[in-house]
């Protein structure tokens, strides 16, 4: 008995026990205040013995603001799991009694041509472990908080007295559960630290996304999910100076800390915020010197991509760094640099958080006056353009160009009504359809950063996509214009009212722009009432209605007339959409009883996730259904559709994959034949077409490496990477697949290289590259030359069903609400195809 436990004293004590003591973390020659309590106290555990759940966490942060007088806590709102979203503040006690007028002389200064820097703290948001399963980031945010909370002696006082600390200890509190609830229940009493063990490869999806599967750590910019909603409005109320972002990455990496690829900074974000960032480096380089661990900067990562969180302050003035640990995912692990053990990662990243207030504190001036200026050259850019205005907006689809506009309203950033309908280059611009955004105001470099086009590049080589151009992801129309046209500047931003006209005893009709209108036609038909599709344009009592407008007869349906109107004026409301009566079926074009209009069928679908199913590209499709269309998608897993009775579902979904086993591949086969709707993804296509599924006519794209050497072969392959970028698509509106678009031309997002040839019957091209289809982006020349006039659109006729594929993302990130719709008419209209 003794010597079993002996034994397991000696494996544990070899890198556990000794590393999770408080006195292994924390700077030891000061004093530490005994009334605040330790972590240990209040979650059970030293600091990397276990990995902290987010229920834990939250307790351990409440109980230190409630015995410190440095630190104030609140709760921003909740993760799509009702986690909340926790911000500790944390400065002196003098600091806080005043905290109001800090907060209000720091926003001042970046809006006056002089301001004190004397005397004024610096303002830090520390943020952790956005990636849930990169756990080091919040373990060591409970050493940060109790150190700032505990911490005795005139450095912390200075420290505090001089900066106000936002400490955000978890960005992605659904991730870090997720990944908690792995790691430690696959932990032994006896550590192993072997890859193979189970306890270092966690199941599909993964704790690094949220519950949707996102990457929040690409949202800062589009802020379409809670987390990044209530984080950005503290950035906003806050405009923080330094903001730092603590990430894991291999486990055979050592530590990295900004600058990243100093070419591959964004063109807008000035040199001097680099210089700085290089400059607080020094004091990071220094923390690490002291504790022994290696580390690198410059090589890798990059300041490119403002959705971000290390690169989003920069066009904000304030300025952001990445960190990023060799991860032990896991409690200790194998690796090149020896046993990687959690507490050891843990230390690095508390280290960095304490050299960062260090800098901060060492540089405050230097620092306070960096932001000082950036928003006064603002300024003055701003000013040169005088009544400038950007113009956006679709005359047919108010919600789309809504969700523009609240993400300008999260950025601060304002905007007008339109003063009267107007037209510039044949489109035009409607009133409570488009908005006026004058260039001459505060967040100019932030607008420049939504709106600009780009298509030249000091570097070939992105750690991120290279576009995000706000109106193309829209597909709004946009141009530039003046304050002449602009109303009333918007305070409270209102999505357009729906419902119906009147009630009637006929029909209803309503157009398919709207970018709520499949929401509004899925609950209709999941209601049981009867809806048909046009297949052709008509005039109905003189007003004009587009390819795929739905009709709702009135009569022979399972409800009355009034029960119909009352339905469809509710939920007209609900999906701000316009529905009009209408009295007659005669119509100029063709009537309302026309074969031109086909009846409509409720989708079943199931979306196949899982493994070998990208997660993101997955996650994306669910979050669309369930939070935008009220749609019910089945999640099929891989694992369970060999017993699952696909005949269910009359669609089923595809993303990017690398494929299916062969039993699954036969079922899924014999589905489509009997009458099944696939719709496919990017890679998918791949697959489908070796397993014959499909045919595609692919592009070879043959490259050879001329004048390249050995040194400079990863950046070569690298440049043929389409990362993401934005390229011009022309539409066949009368497909319908391209129902609901009024323009011929659709801005598409692609960050993959694969080419469709045309087809050699025009009609089976509804959506096909231009010839000079760049809008916005990199793309090498070879790529450039491949893509133009092949399609992003394949269907194939397979026994009674069909397969829809698509070789680009139409959903990607939540905001790329311009071609989500290309997925409603795959749906929806499937058998009209
Ligand atoms: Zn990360």
Do not use: C
């Amino acid at each position: 008995m003794q010597r079993i436990f002996l034994l397991f004293l000696l494996i544990t004590s070899l890198f556990s026990q000794s590393q999770t003591d408080l006195s292994y973390y924390l700077p030891q020659n000061i004093e530490y205040n005994p009334s605040i309590p330790t972590p240990k106290s209040v979650i059970g555990h030293h600091v990397g013995e276990w990995h902290i759940t987010h229920d834990k966490l939250v307790e351990y942060m409440k109980a230190l603001a409630n015995a410190s007088n440095r630190i104030t806590i609140e709760d921003r709102g909740k993760t799509f799991e009702d986690r909340p979203l926790l911000l500790l503040t944390i400065t002196s006690p003098k600091n806080h009694q005043n905290l109001k007028a800090i907060q209000s002389a720091h926003i001042e200064a970046t809006e006056t041509n002089s301001a004190n820097l004397e005397n004024r703290p610096i303002v830090v948001y520390q943020g952790f472990s956005i990636h849930g399963n990169e756990p080091s980031g919040s373990n060591a945010a409970l050493l940060a908080a109790y150190y700032l909370a505990a911490a005795e002696g005139s450095e912390i006082d200075n420290l505090l007295e001089h900066s106000v600390i936002l400490l955000d200890p978890s960005l992605n509190p659904d991730g870090l559960q997720r990944f908690a609830y792995w790691a430690n229940s696959n932990k032994n009493i006896n550590l192993n630290p072997d890859p193979n063990d189970r306890e270092y490869s966690e199941v599909w999806p993964g704790g690094r996304t949220n519950h949707y599967w996102f990457d929040m750590n690409r949202d800062w910019l589009p802020v379409q999910l809670p987390e990044s909603r209530a984080r950005i409005e503290t950035f906003h109320n806050w405009l923080p100076n330094i903001l730092t972002d603590h990430h894991e990455m291999g486990t055979n990496a050592s530590f990295f800390f900004q600058p990243g690829i100093p070419s591959r900074t964004h063109p807008l974000t000035p040199q001097l915020n680099q210089d700085l960032t290089k400059g607080i480096a020094t004091y990071h380089a220094k923390a690490l010197d002291k504790i022994g661990s290696l580390y690198y900067s410059e090589e890798s990562f990059d300041d490119f991509y403002y959705g971000k969180g290390s690169t989003f302050p920069d066009i904000n003035g304030g300025i952001g760094i990445l960190f990023e640990q060799a991860s032990s995912r896991g409690h200790v692990q194998e690796s090149e640099n020896g046993l990687l053990t959690f507490p050891f990662t843990i230390k690095n990243q508390f280290t960095a958080v304490l050299s960062t207030l260090a800098a901060a504190n060492g540089m405050r001036k230097d620092i306070l006056e960096y932001q000082h200026n950036f928003f006064k050259d603002a300024r003055n850019e701003a000013s040169k353009e005088g009544k400038k205005a950007i113009i956006f907006g679709d005359e047919k689809d108010a919600a789309k160009t809504y969700h523009l506009a609240e993400i300008l309203k999260r950025h601060r950033i304002d905007f007008h009504e339109l003063k009267s309908d107007f037209s510039k280059d044949g489109k035009k611009y409607k009133k409570g359809y488009s908005y006026v955004v004058p260039k001459n105001q505060k967040n100019t470099r932030l607008i420049n950063a939504m709106f600009e086009t780009r298509t030249a590049f000091k570097d070939s080589l992105f750690y991120d996509i290279s576009a995000w151009t706000f109106p193309l992801a829209f597909n709004l129309d946009y141009t530039e214009t003046t304050m002449a046209n602009a109303g009333n500047s918007v305070k409270n931003l209102q999505q357009l009212s729906g419902g119906v006209s009147s009630k009637s005893e006929y029909a209803y009709l309503f157009e398919w722009n709207e970018y709520y209108s499949p929401k509004l036609l899925n609950a209709i038909l999941k209601k049981g009432l009867r809806a048909k599709v046009a297949v052709k344009q008509f005039k109905s009592n003189g007003k004009a209605y587009d390819y795929g407008t739905i009709m709702i007869p009135a009569k022979n349906q399972n409800l009355s007339a009034t029960e119909i109107y009352t339905f469809l004026n509710d939920k007209a409301q609900e999906s701000h959409i316009k529905v009009d009566a209408v009295s007659t079926g005669l119509n100029e074009g063709i009537d309302l009883g026309s074969r031109n209009f086909k009846a409509l069928e409720l989708p079943k679908i199931a979306l196949l996730v899982g493994d070998g199913i990208t997660s993101y590209d997955a996650g994306e499709i669910w979050h669309l259904f369930d939070t935008r269309y009220d749609i019910i998608a089945t999640k099929l897993d891989t694992k369970t559709m060999k017993r699952a009775d696909l005949s269910r579902y009359n669609t089923i979904i595809m993303v990017n994959s690398s494929g299916l086993s062969e039993g699954n591949t036969k079922k899924l086969q014999s589905w489509i034949k009997d009458g099944g709707t696939l719709v496919a993804y990017k890679n998918a296509l791949k697959w489908l077409n070796s397993k014959k599924l499909m045919t595609i006519d692919f592009k070879k794209n043959k490259l050879i490496a001329k004048n390249i050497n050995y040194e400079q072969r990863s950046d070569f392959r690298g440049a043929q990477v389409i990362g993401g970028a934005i390229f011009e698509a022309e539409l066949d509106r009368s497909h319908p697949i391209n129902f609901g678009y009024k323009n011929d031309k659709l801005p598409m997002f692609r960050n993959s290289t694969l080419f469709i040839n045309e087809d050699k019957n025009s009609y089976n091209n509804p959506i096909q590259y231009t010839k000079k289809p760049l809008l916005s982006g990199y793309i090498s020349e070879e790529n450039l030359d491949s893509i133009r006039k092949t399609v992003p659109l394949k269907i194939n006729r397979v026994g009674r069903g069909k397969v829809i594929g698509f070789t680009d993302n139409t959903n990607f990130r939540a905001f790329w609400y311009g071609t989500n719709k290309l997925l409603m008419n795959a749906i929806f209209f499937r058998e009209e195809m």
